[in-house]
């Protein structure tokens, strides 16, 4: 297990844009499948978006497809979640997962097993 922080969450109004960066101590994410996942209120814990070990493949829940992007930088120290067009049901408390494998990432979040604290992400109307 590694230990991850998410950092960049806020409240924004519906449109907004926002980035989420996740980071770990101690190493970086070379060979990590990694995750975001989100929790709204009253809600299940549900999955945004992945991308394989070396980022080179991507995956989306269909309801952010077209607006948000994962990726990592060049030194794959951080994991980001580029958010954009926000809309009000985006608010949720957002979590980066990951986990050290070369099999392509999955959507369900107990195939992880490092995990962020979390951070809330409030969209208004």
């Known amino acids: 297990q590694v230990n991850l922080m998410e950092s960049g969450g806020g409240s924004v109004q519906a449109g907004a844009s926002l980035t989420l960066s996740c980071a770990r101590s101690?190493?970086?994410?070379?060979?990590?499948?990694v995750a975001w996942f989100r929790q709204g209120p009253g809600k299940a814990r549900e999955f945004v978006a992945a991308?394989?070990?070396?980022?080179?493949?991507?995956y989306y829940e269909d309801s952010v497809r077209d607006r948000f992007t994962i990726s990592r930088d060049n030194t794959e120290t951080l994991i980001y979640l580029q958010m954009h067009s926000l809309k009000p049901e985006d608010t949720a408390m957002y979590y980066c997962?990951?986990?050290?494998?070369?099999?392509?990432?999955?959507?369900?979040?107990?195939?992880?097993?490092?995990w962020g604290q979390g951070i809330q992400v409030t969209v208004s109307s």
């Open positions: 991308s394989n070990l070396d980022g080179a493949k991507t």
């Open positions: 997962a990951v986990r050290h494998t070369s099999f392509p990432p999955r959507r369900t979040e107990d195939w992880y097993d490092s």
């Open positions: 101690g190493g970086n994410f070379h060979n990590y499948a």
